[in-house]
Protein backbone atom coordinates (compact mmCIF):
# COMPACT_ATOMS: atom_id res chain seq x y z
CA UNK A 1 0.00 0.00 0.00
CA UNK A 2 1.19 3.47 -0.75
CA UNK A 3 1.90 5.58 1.61
CA UNK A 4 0.69 9.52 2.18
CA UNK A 5 3.74 11.44 1.53
CA UNK A 6 4.47 15.64 1.34
CA UNK A 7 6.65 17.29 -1.65
CA UNK A 8 7.16 21.02 -0.64
CA UNK A 9 9.03 23.49 -1.96
CA UNK A 10 9.31 22.39 -5.73
CA UNK A 11 9.33 23.99 -9.42
CA UNK A 12 6.01 22.07 -10.33
CA UNK A 13 6.11 22.23 -14.58
CA UNK A 14 3.22 21.00 -16.69
CA UNK A 15 3.08 21.43 -20.67
CA UNK A 16 0.18 24.33 -20.22
CA UNK A 17 0.87 26.41 -18.07
CA UNK A 18 3.54 28.46 -16.08
CA UNK A 19 5.78 26.43 -13.72
CA UNK A 20 5.50 27.47 -10.33
CA UNK A 21 7.30 27.11 -6.66
CA UNK A 22 4.79 25.08 -4.88
CA UNK A 23 3.72 21.87 -2.88
CA UNK A 24 2.12 18.39 -3.68
CA UNK A 25 0.31 15.93 -1.63
CA UNK A 26 0.02 12.03 -2.36
CA UNK A 27 -2.53 9.80 -1.17
CA UNK A 28 -3.44 6.09 -2.21
CA UNK A 29 -1.52 6.54 -5.15
CA UNK A 30 -2.87 10.00 -6.53
CA UNK A 31 -2.35 13.27 -6.61
CA UNK A 32 -4.87 14.68 -3.61
CA UNK A 33 -3.87 18.27 -3.71
CA UNK A 34 -1.64 20.79 -5.39
CA UNK A 35 -0.90 24.61 -4.22
CA UNK A 36 1.58 26.26 -2.33
CA UNK A 37 1.96 26.43 1.63
CA UNK A 38 -0.06 23.37 2.33
CA UNK A 39 0.66 21.85 6.02
CA UNK A 40 -1.23 18.55 5.68
CA UNK A 41 0.38 15.78 7.61
CA UNK A 42 1.89 13.08 6.25
CA UNK A 43 3.66 10.07 6.81
CA UNK A 44 6.68 10.43 4.48
CA UNK A 45 7.68 14.62 3.20
CA UNK A 46 10.10 15.59 0.78
CA UNK A 47 11.17 19.00 0.86
CA UNK A 48 12.90 20.40 -1.55
CA UNK A 49 13.67 23.96 0.01
CA UNK A 50 17.27 25.18 -1.40
CA UNK A 51 17.79 22.38 -3.81
CA UNK A 52 16.08 23.84 -6.43
CA UNK A 53 14.40 20.89 -7.14
CA UNK A 54 11.82 20.77 -10.08
CA UNK A 55 9.09 17.99 -10.32
CA UNK A 56 7.99 16.30 -14.34
CA UNK A 57 5.25 13.80 -14.47
CA UNK A 58 6.98 10.67 -14.66
CA UNK A 59 8.91 9.71 -18.07
CA UNK A 60 6.09 7.43 -20.27
CA UNK A 61 8.39 5.24 -23.23
CA UNK A 62 6.01 3.83 -25.50
CA UNK A 63 8.98 2.01 -27.36
CA UNK A 64 11.09 -0.31 -25.14
CA UNK A 65 12.31 -3.69 -26.27
CA UNK A 66 14.38 -4.53 -22.73
CA UNK A 67 16.74 -3.41 -20.18
CA UNK A 68 19.08 -4.65 -17.48
CA UNK A 69 19.31 -8.11 -19.37
CA UNK A 70 16.27 -8.50 -19.41
CA UNK A 71 14.08 -8.01 -23.04
CA UNK A 72 9.87 -8.58 -23.43
CA UNK A 73 10.44 -11.61 -25.70
CA UNK A 74 11.70 -13.33 -23.47
CA UNK A 75 8.24 -13.85 -22.28
CA UNK A 76 8.44 -14.67 -19.05
CA UNK A 77 7.65 -12.75 -16.07
CA UNK A 78 10.96 -12.46 -14.63
CA UNK A 79 11.96 -10.52 -17.61
CA UNK A 80 8.68 -8.41 -17.53
CA UNK A 81 9.28 -7.51 -13.40
CA UNK A 82 13.28 -7.37 -14.29
CA UNK A 83 12.60 -4.42 -17.62
CA UNK A 84 9.93 -2.78 -15.14
CA UNK A 85 12.18 -2.47 -12.26
CA UNK A 86 14.97 -1.18 -14.01
CA UNK A 87 13.14 1.72 -14.66
CA UNK A 88 12.56 3.85 -12.29
CA UNK A 89 16.22 4.97 -11.82
CA UNK A 90 15.87 6.96 -15.07
CA UNK A 91 12.59 8.62 -14.30
CA UNK A 92 10.61 6.63 -16.04
CA UNK A 93 6.93 5.32 -14.12
CA UNK A 94 5.14 3.12 -17.37
CA UNK A 95 6.13 2.14 -20.57
CA UNK A 96 4.84 0.02 -23.41
CA UNK A 97 6.62 -3.16 -23.71
CA UNK A 98 7.59 -3.94 -27.03
CA UNK A 99 8.02 -7.06 -29.70
CA UNK A 100 10.10 -7.13 -32.62
CA UNK A 101 9.43 -9.45 -35.87
CA UNK A 102 10.15 -12.79 -34.87
CA UNK A 103 8.24 -16.31 -35.22
CA UNK A 104 4.38 -16.35 -34.85
CA UNK A 105 4.76 -18.99 -31.74
CA UNK A 106 7.52 -16.60 -30.72
CA UNK A 107 4.87 -13.59 -30.30
CA UNK A 108 2.40 -15.10 -28.96
CA UNK A 109 4.12 -16.57 -26.55
CA UNK A 110 5.38 -12.82 -25.28
CA UNK A 111 1.90 -11.76 -25.61
CA UNK A 112 0.42 -14.54 -23.16
CA UNK A 113 2.81 -13.47 -20.84
CA UNK A 114 1.85 -9.61 -20.74
CA UNK A 115 -1.70 -10.74 -20.43
CA UNK A 116 -0.83 -12.31 -16.88
CA UNK A 117 2.10 -10.00 -15.84
CA UNK A 118 0.36 -7.84 -13.09
CA UNK A 119 3.07 -5.22 -11.51
CA UNK A 120 3.68 -4.31 -7.94
CA UNK A 121 3.85 -0.67 -7.22
CA UNK A 122 7.83 -0.53 -6.66
CA UNK A 123 8.32 -0.69 -10.58
CA UNK A 124 7.03 1.26 -13.43
CA UNK A 125 3.71 0.18 -15.02
CA UNK A 126 3.65 -1.73 -17.86
CA UNK A 127 1.00 -0.19 -19.78
CA UNK A 128 0.23 -2.32 -22.52
CA UNK A 129 2.78 -3.99 -25.67
CA UNK A 130 3.68 -2.20 -28.42
CA UNK A 131 4.08 -4.56 -31.67
CA UNK A 132 6.77 -3.69 -33.50
CA UNK A 133 6.72 -6.34 -36.57
CA UNK A 134 6.38 -8.58 -38.42
CA UNK A 135 4.07 -6.24 -40.63
CA UNK A 136 7.09 -4.24 -42.14
CA UNK A 137 8.58 -3.49 -45.09
CA UNK A 138 11.65 -5.99 -46.23
CA UNK A 139 13.26 -2.52 -47.54
CA UNK A 140 13.61 -1.16 -44.30
CA UNK A 141 13.96 -4.31 -41.98
CA UNK A 142 17.02 -2.82 -40.31
CA UNK A 143 17.63 -5.29 -36.82
CA UNK A 144 14.24 -7.25 -37.91
CA UNK A 145 15.08 -10.81 -39.36
CA UNK A 146 13.78 -10.49 -42.53
CA UNK A 147 12.96 -14.09 -42.49
CA UNK A 148 10.06 -13.63 -39.73
CA UNK A 149 8.36 -10.52 -41.72
CA UNK A 150 4.76 -11.36 -42.62
CA UNK A 151 1.43 -9.32 -44.43
CA UNK A 152 -0.89 -7.50 -41.84
CA UNK A 153 -3.70 -9.88 -41.11
CA UNK A 154 -6.61 -8.16 -39.31
CA UNK A 155 -7.88 -11.77 -38.22
CA UNK A 156 -4.47 -12.70 -36.79
CA UNK A 157 -4.25 -9.34 -35.01
CA UNK A 158 -7.55 -9.71 -33.39
CA UNK A 159 -6.02 -13.62 -32.05
CA UNK A 160 -3.13 -11.54 -30.88
CA UNK A 161 -5.34 -8.97 -29.01
CA UNK A 162 -7.43 -11.97 -27.40
CA UNK A 163 -3.97 -13.79 -26.46
CA UNK A 164 -2.82 -10.51 -25.08
CA UNK A 165 -6.35 -9.61 -23.02
CA UNK A 166 -6.69 -6.80 -25.05
CA UNK A 167 -3.22 -4.99 -23.81
CA UNK A 168 -2.27 -4.23 -27.87
CA UNK A 169 -1.80 -0.85 -27.50
CA UNK A 170 0.21 0.26 -30.49
CA UNK A 171 1.32 -1.38 -34.03
CA UNK A 172 4.32 -0.10 -36.06
CA UNK A 173 3.34 -1.46 -39.66
CA UNK A 174 4.47 -0.41 -42.77
CA UNK A 175 1.80 0.64 -45.26
CA UNK A 176 2.70 0.11 -48.10
CA UNK A 177 2.63 -3.71 -48.17
CA UNK A 178 -0.26 -6.18 -48.93
CA UNK A 179 -2.95 -5.36 -47.22
CA UNK A 180 -1.59 -2.42 -45.26
CA UNK A 181 -3.83 0.10 -45.71
CA UNK A 182 -7.14 -1.98 -44.75
CA UNK A 183 -5.01 -3.18 -41.89
CA UNK A 184 -4.10 0.63 -41.02
CA UNK A 185 -8.13 1.43 -41.30
CA UNK A 186 -9.38 -1.52 -39.52
CA UNK A 187 -7.38 -1.65 -36.15
CA UNK A 188 -7.89 2.50 -36.03
CA UNK A 189 -11.04 1.90 -35.43
CA UNK A 190 -10.47 0.17 -32.65
CA UNK A 191 -8.43 2.74 -30.89
CA UNK A 192 -5.06 1.45 -31.62
CA UNK A 193 -1.76 3.70 -32.09
CA UNK A 194 -0.87 2.84 -35.29
CA UNK A 195 2.90 3.99 -36.24
CA UNK A 196 4.42 4.08 -39.41
CA UNK A 197 7.56 2.39 -39.06
CA UNK A 198 10.00 0.34 -41.24
CA UNK A 199 8.55 1.38 -44.08
CA UNK A 200 9.56 1.96 -47.61
CA UNK A 201 6.33 4.32 -48.58
CA UNK A 202 6.67 6.89 -50.92
CA UNK A 203 4.91 10.35 -49.87
CA UNK A 204 1.23 9.71 -51.07
CA UNK A 205 1.60 6.28 -49.44
CA UNK A 206 1.91 8.36 -46.01
CA UNK A 207 -0.63 10.55 -46.56
CA UNK A 208 -3.54 7.97 -47.45
CA UNK A 209 -2.21 6.00 -44.61
CA UNK A 210 -3.00 9.08 -42.26
CA UNK A 211 -6.04 9.82 -43.47
CA UNK A 212 -6.85 5.81 -42.73
CA UNK A 213 -6.28 6.61 -38.87
CA UNK A 214 -2.21 6.45 -38.78
CA UNK A 215 -1.49 8.83 -35.72
CA UNK A 216 2.58 8.32 -35.24
CA UNK A 217 5.56 7.27 -37.04
CA UNK A 218 8.08 4.96 -35.17
CA UNK A 219 11.65 6.28 -34.76
CA UNK A 220 11.98 9.02 -37.09
CA UNK A 221 14.75 9.11 -39.95
CA UNK A 222 15.03 5.22 -38.86
CA UNK A 223 14.48 2.92 -41.22
CA UNK A 224 11.99 4.47 -43.37
CA UNK A 225 12.57 6.11 -46.82
CA UNK A 226 14.37 9.48 -46.19
CA UNK A 227 13.70 12.77 -47.67
CA UNK A 228 14.71 13.62 -51.41
CA UNK A 229 13.41 16.99 -53.00
CA UNK A 230 11.44 15.24 -55.82
CA UNK A 231 9.93 12.66 -53.29
CA UNK A 232 9.54 14.01 -49.68
CA UNK A 233 9.44 9.89 -48.88
CA UNK A 234 8.52 8.58 -45.32
CA UNK A 235 10.80 11.45 -43.40
CA UNK A 236 9.00 14.49 -45.50
CA UNK A 237 5.86 13.53 -45.70
CA UNK A 238 5.82 12.73 -41.36
CA UNK A 239 7.55 15.63 -40.54
CA UNK A 240 4.88 17.57 -43.04
CA UNK A 241 1.75 15.38 -41.67
CA UNK A 242 0.20 17.69 -38.67
CA UNK A 243 -2.09 14.98 -37.62
CA UNK A 244 1.17 12.44 -37.12
CA UNK A 245 3.17 12.69 -33.72
CA UNK A 246 6.95 11.29 -34.38
CA UNK A 247 9.04 9.09 -31.96
CA UNK A 248 12.59 10.51 -31.43
CA UNK A 249 15.79 8.21 -30.28
CA UNK A 250 17.45 11.04 -28.82
CA UNK A 251 21.14 9.62 -28.51
CA UNK A 252 22.71 11.41 -31.53
CA UNK A 253 23.67 8.18 -32.18
CA UNK A 254 20.30 7.27 -34.24
CA UNK A 255 19.82 11.32 -35.15
CA UNK A 256 22.32 13.31 -35.45
CA UNK A 257 22.03 16.17 -32.92
CA UNK A 258 21.13 18.79 -36.21
CA UNK A 259 18.44 16.13 -37.29
CA UNK A 260 16.94 15.95 -33.75
CA UNK A 261 16.44 20.30 -33.49
CA UNK A 262 15.16 19.82 -37.04
CA UNK A 263 12.05 17.74 -35.88
CA UNK A 264 12.02 20.24 -33.34
CA UNK A 265 11.59 23.13 -35.17
CA UNK A 266 9.09 21.41 -37.98
CA UNK A 267 7.35 19.17 -35.61
CA UNK A 268 7.07 21.30 -32.67
CA UNK A 269 7.20 20.09 -28.81
CA UNK A 270 3.28 19.21 -28.84
CA UNK A 271 4.22 16.25 -31.65
CA UNK A 272 7.27 14.82 -30.47
CA UNK A 273 7.45 11.92 -28.99
CA UNK A 274 10.89 11.02 -26.79
CA UNK A 275 11.61 7.09 -26.74
CA UNK A 276 14.26 5.25 -25.58
CA UNK A 277 14.17 2.05 -28.37
CA UNK A 278 16.24 0.37 -25.72
CA UNK A 279 17.32 -3.72 -26.26
CA UNK A 280 18.07 -5.95 -23.02
CA UNK A 281 21.81 -4.07 -23.02
CA UNK A 282 20.77 -1.21 -21.40
CA UNK A 283 22.30 -0.16 -18.03
CA UNK A 284 25.24 -3.14 -18.35
CA UNK A 285 28.13 -3.21 -19.46
CA UNK A 286 30.08 -3.07 -23.05
CA UNK A 287 29.40 -6.67 -24.77
CA UNK A 288 27.70 -8.96 -26.86
CA UNK A 289 24.02 -9.18 -26.18
CA UNK A 290 21.28 -11.34 -27.98
CA UNK A 291 18.07 -9.44 -29.57
CA UNK A 292 15.71 -11.48 -31.35
CA UNK A 293 18.55 -14.45 -31.96
CA UNK A 294 21.00 -12.33 -33.26
CA UNK A 295 24.83 -10.92 -31.58
CA UNK A 296 24.13 -7.59 -30.72
CA UNK A 297 27.92 -5.48 -30.25
CA UNK A 298 27.40 -2.72 -27.19
CA UNK A 299 30.03 -0.23 -27.39
CA UNK A 300 30.24 3.11 -27.22
CA UNK A 301 29.07 4.07 -30.66
CA UNK A 302 25.73 2.01 -29.88
CA UNK A 303 24.35 -1.42 -29.86
CA UNK A 304 24.96 -2.73 -33.89
CA UNK A 305 24.51 -5.84 -35.71
CA UNK A 306 27.70 -7.50 -37.17
CA UNK A 307 27.17 -5.65 -40.29
CA UNK A 308 27.04 -2.25 -38.69
CA UNK A 309 22.86 -2.44 -38.47
CA UNK A 310 21.87 -0.47 -35.35
CA UNK A 311 19.39 -3.05 -32.68
CA UNK A 312 17.77 -0.68 -30.61
CA UNK A 313 19.73 1.92 -28.18
CA UNK A 314 20.98 1.96 -24.62
CA UNK A 315 19.76 4.99 -24.14
CA UNK A 316 17.98 6.11 -21.12
CA UNK A 317 14.71 8.18 -20.83
CA UNK A 318 16.85 11.15 -18.45
CA UNK A 319 19.63 11.18 -21.19
CA UNK A 320 16.91 11.47 -23.62
CA UNK A 321 15.27 14.29 -21.95
CA UNK A 322 18.94 16.01 -21.33
CA UNK A 323 19.87 15.73 -25.06
CA UNK A 324 16.99 17.38 -26.55
CA UNK A 325 16.81 20.24 -24.12
CA UNK A 326 20.55 20.45 -24.58
CA UNK A 327 20.24 20.60 -28.99
CA UNK A 328 17.12 22.62 -29.06
CA UNK A 329 16.80 24.49 -25.71
CA UNK A 330 13.14 24.14 -25.72
CA UNK A 331 11.26 24.94 -22.19
CA UNK A 332 10.42 22.56 -19.23
CA UNK A 333 7.25 22.61 -20.52
CA UNK A 334 7.96 21.61 -23.77
CA UNK A 335 10.06 18.58 -22.10
CA UNK A 336 7.10 17.78 -19.80
CA UNK A 337 5.10 17.17 -23.17
CA UNK A 338 7.78 15.19 -25.58
CA UNK A 339 8.64 13.04 -22.30
CA UNK A 340 4.69 12.53 -20.79
CA UNK A 341 2.07 14.25 -21.76
CA UNK A 342 1.92 13.45 -25.59
CA UNK A 343 2.53 9.57 -25.06
CA UNK A 344 -0.65 10.06 -22.57
CA UNK A 345 -2.84 11.53 -25.26
CA UNK A 346 -1.96 9.43 -27.92
CA UNK A 347 -2.79 6.30 -25.60
CA UNK A 348 -5.73 7.89 -23.89
CA UNK A 349 -4.68 8.03 -20.68
CA UNK A 350 -6.80 10.54 -18.52
CA UNK A 351 -4.94 9.81 -15.10
CA UNK A 352 -1.18 9.96 -16.37
CA UNK A 353 1.20 12.81 -17.90
CA UNK A 354 -0.11 15.46 -15.49
CA UNK A 355 0.23 16.94 -12.36
CA UNK A 356 -3.21 17.65 -10.91
CA UNK A 357 -5.32 16.69 -8.54
CA UNK A 358 -6.32 13.31 -9.33
CA UNK A 359 -3.99 12.07 -11.38
CA UNK A 360 -1.81 9.15 -10.95
CA UNK A 361 0.94 9.65 -8.10
CA UNK A 362 3.39 9.00 -11.41
CA UNK A 363 6.55 11.47 -11.12
CA UNK A 364 9.87 12.52 -11.53
CA UNK A 365 11.63 14.82 -8.97
CA UNK A 366 14.61 16.31 -10.61
CA UNK A 367 17.84 18.69 -10.15
CA UNK A 368 18.63 21.58 -12.21
CA UNK A 369 20.64 20.00 -14.65
CA UNK A 370 17.57 17.66 -15.18
CA UNK A 371 18.97 14.36 -13.42
CA UNK A 372 16.41 12.53 -11.63
CA UNK A 373 17.08 12.59 -7.82
CA UNK A 374 13.43 10.70 -6.85
CA UNK A 375 11.15 8.79 -8.71
CA UNK A 376 7.41 8.16 -7.69
CA UNK A 377 5.29 5.23 -8.83
CA UNK A 378 1.40 5.18 -8.09
CA UNK A 379 2.40 7.04 -5.06
CA UNK A 380 5.32 5.14 -3.44
CA UNK A 381 9.09 6.26 -4.14
CA UNK A 382 10.74 3.42 -5.73
CA UNK A 383 14.31 5.07 -6.71
CA UNK A 384 16.24 7.96 -4.99
CA UNK A 385 19.69 9.22 -5.92
CA UNK A 386 22.42 8.31 -3.53
Known amino acids: MSETILISNVTIVNYDQEAFVGDLYLEKGKIKKVGKGLSIQAQHTIDGTSKGWIVFPGYIDMHIHGSAGFDAMDATEEAMRGIARSLPKEGTTSFLATTMTQSVDAI ?6 AATYKGSLDEAEMLGIHVEGPYISKERAGAQPIQYIIEPSIQQFHHWQELSAGRIKQVTVAPEVNNGFEFIEEISKEGIVV ?5 DAISDEIERAVGLGAKQATHLYNQM ?3 HHREPGVVGDVLLEDDLKVEIIADFIHSHPKSVKF ?3 LKGASRIILITDAMRAKGLDYGVYDLGGQAVQVTETGAHLSEGTLAGSVLTMEQAVKNIHAVTQCTLQELV ?3 SNNAANQLELPCKGYIGNGMDADLVILDEDLNVQKTICRGKVVYEKE
Do not use: Q, V
Not at 108 to 113: D, G, H, R, S, V
Open 337 to 339: AMS
Open 195 to 199: SLGHT
Open 108 to 113: EETLKN
Open 225 to 227: RPF
Open 263 to 265: AYR
